[in-house]
C-alpha cells in the first residue's frame, strides 16, 4: 500500500473548517484514500473515502486531486469533539479485509 | 453500525502473570480480525491478522508464544500476553472486517503491567 504523509499537528478554530491534506504520491491506481480518527484513548473511527472522485457524508467532505497524489479531509464546521488524530491510508481493499497501516496522523486541535 | 467490544477495557496485573484480552463483533460476523498495539504517544502497529479458525498471522517481530491469539469463532477473538512484563504495557486495540469498506475498531484495552 501506498505511504502517506501528513503535517504532524494543526489548530482549527470551533465553527470553522477544518482542512486536513495528505499527500499520497505513490498510490496505484486501484488503492483508495481513506480517513479514520482517533480520539484520545478510544479506538479508531472511520470517517469516509474515496478512489478519485470527491466523496461527502455526513461526518466530513473528501476532495481527491485529479492526479490522486494528494487530498484534503474537510470538517465544515470543526467542534471541540473533533480533537483527535486523523489519519489518512491508502488500501487497495474496500471491503475492510486488509490491515491498516497508520502513520503519525495529523493532530488536530479545536480551539473555542 | 457494527459494534465491536473489548473486554476489559482496563487491566493492571503483576510482571510474569498472563492477561486475556477477548475482542467480539457484537452483530455480525468477522471472518478476518486484527490485533492493534499503540504505545503512548505513537501510533497504531499491527501486531497479527487472525482469521477464524486457522492460525492467526504475525507481524514480524511479534512473538507468537508470547502474544496467543486465537479466533475460535466468527464473533469472537482473544489474545493473551502471556508473562506480562512493564515492556508490555500498552493500548490494545482490534478491529474486525464485516465485508464492507469500513474496518471496525473496539474502544481498545489499557494494559498496565507492574
Known amino acids: 500500500d501506498a505511504k502517506t504523509t501528513q503535517p504532524p499537528s494543526m489548530d482549527c478554530a470551533e465553527g470553522r473548517a477544518a482542512n486536513l491534506p495528505c499527500n499520497h504520491s505513490?498510490?496505484?491506481?486501484?488503492?483508495?484514500v481513506y480517513w479514520y480518527r482517533q480520539i484520545h484513548s478510544q479506538g479508531p473511527q472511520y470517517i469516509i473515502h474515496g478512489l478519485k472522485n470527491n466523496e461527502t457524508n455526513e461526518m466530513a467532505s473528501l476532495i481527491i486531486t485529479e492526479d490522486r497524489k494528494s487530498s484534503t479531509l474537510i470538517l465544515p464546521h470543526a467542534t471541540l469533539r473533533d480533537t483527535a488524530v486523523y489519519y489518512c491510508?491508502?488500501?487497495?481493499?474496500?471491503?475492510?479485509?486488509?490491515?491498516?497501516?497508520f502513520g503519525t496522523g495529523t493532530r488536530l486541535t479545536v480551539i473555542p | 453500525g457494527a459494534v465491536v467490544s473489548q473486554h476489559p477495557s482496563r487491566v493492571i496485573c503483576k510482571s510474569g502473570t498472563s492477561v486475556k484480552i477477548e475482542c467480539r463483533s457484537l452483530d455480525f460476523q468477522a471472518t478476518t480480525m486484527f490485533w492493534y498495539r499503540q504505545f503512548p504517544k505513537q501510533s497504531l502497529m499491527l501486531m497479527a491478522t487472525?482469521?477464524?479458525?486457522?492460525?492467526?498471522?504475525?507481524e514480524q517481530g511479534v512473538e507468537k508464544d508470547k502474544f496467543l491469539i486465537n479466533h475460535a469463532s466468527l464473533t469472537l477473538s482473544t489474545l493473551t500476553v502471556t508473562s506480562a512484563h512493564p515492556e508490555d504495557s500498552s493500548f490494545y486495540i482490534c478491529?474486525?472486517?464485516?465485508?464492507?469498506?469500513?474496518?471496525?475498531f473496539g474502544p481498545g484495552t489499557r494494559l498496565t503491567v507492574t
Open positions: 505513490t498510490i496505484s491506481g486501484n488503492e483508495y
Open positions: 487472525s482469521n477464524e479458525g486457522s492460525k492467526a498471522t504475525y
Open positions: 491510508i491508502a488500501d487497495s481493499d474496500q471491503t475492510g479485509a486488509n490491515n491498516l497501516f
Open positions: 478491529s474486525a472486517s464485516a465485508g464492507d469498506y469500513e474496518q471496525y
